[in-house]
């Protein structure tokens, strides 16, 4: 089993940067893949980003343009969600995702990953 700890979120101005955290914990050695998702009220949840853990392969959904960067930090068994000139729309509450070994599917699919975090909340005033 995998544990995710999520830390970071909270009120921000447009405009402005926030950096989300999610720290892995339990048999980390069995993880392939971490990353974000996000869920705004009502809706699906929402494909940001992954990152390979043995790798240097990231994929990004095309909505961020640049503005989040996916980071991490193998020693900690950490990543991390970079996210810069936010707007009142990337207001949702943000998910870490981790994916076991031996699992497949589509990346940018919540229904692949397998294991999620708490959920932390982002809001972005205008």
């Known amino acids: 089993q995998v544990q995710l700890v999520e830390s970071g979120g909270g009120l921000v101005q447009a405009g402005g940067s926030l950096r989300l955290s999610c720290a892995a914990s339990?048999?980390?050695?069995?993880?392939?893949?971490m990353g974000w998702f996000r869920q705004h009220p009502g809706l699906v949840r929402e494909f940001i980003g992954v990152t390979a853990r043995n790798s240097n392969t990231t994929l990004y959904a095309d909505f961020e343009k640049g503005r989040f960067t996916i980071s991490r930090e193998n020693a900690k068994n950490a990543v991390y969600l970079q996210m810069s000139s936010l707007k009142p729309e990337d207001t949702a509450v943000y998910f870490c995702v981790a994916l076991s070994l031996g699992r497949g599917g589509r990346l940018d699919s919540p229904s692949t990953y397998n294991y999620w975090g708490q959920g932390n909340q982002v809001t972005v005033s205008s």
């Open positions: 339990g048999h980390t050695d069995s993880i392939q893949q």
